[in-house]
């Protein structure tokens, strides 16, 4: 089992910035990917941004520019730094981790974003 521990929501004006991250821990494979989903009221969830052990990352087009997924391996952490956020980024953002390019074999719980106008 992998447990995934969520930090850095919260409420932010558009425009702002906000950084979330997620540490990693329990079973974790030598070769991973992690990713963050997000879904807003009434929306399906949707991937955000996704980063690999090797580097490899890929984004939604709705955030490119905007977002920044990064990891740190040797803590097993990914980040997702947000800025020139708008209202329809408001979401619940979820942490997820994969064996290999796998983005949805465990979940964190989710943090809310709200970005207000």
């Known amino acids: 089992q992998v447990q995934l521990v969520e930090s850095g929501g919260g409420l932010v004006q558009a425009g702002g910035s906000l950084r979330l991250s997620c540490a990693a821990s329990?079973?974790?494979?030598?070769?991973?990917?992690m990713a963050w989903y997000r879904q807003a009221p009434g929306k399906q969830r949707e991937l955000v941004a996704a980063?690999?052990?090797?580097?490899?990352?890929n984004y939604a087009d709705s955030v490119k520019g905007r977002f920044t997924v990064s990891r740190d391996n040797a803590r097993n952490t990914v980040y997702l730094q947000m800025i020139s956020v708008k209202a329809e980024d408001t979401a619940v953002y979820y942490c997820?981790?994969?064996?290999?390019?796998?983005?949805?074999?465990?979940w964190g719980q989710g943090t809310q974003v709200t970005v207000s106008s």
């Open positions: 997820t981790y994969g064996r290999f390019s796998r983005t949805e074999d465990y």
């Open positions: 980063a690999s052990t090797g580097g490899r990352t």
């Open positions: 329990g079973g974790l494979f030598p070769i991973n990917t």
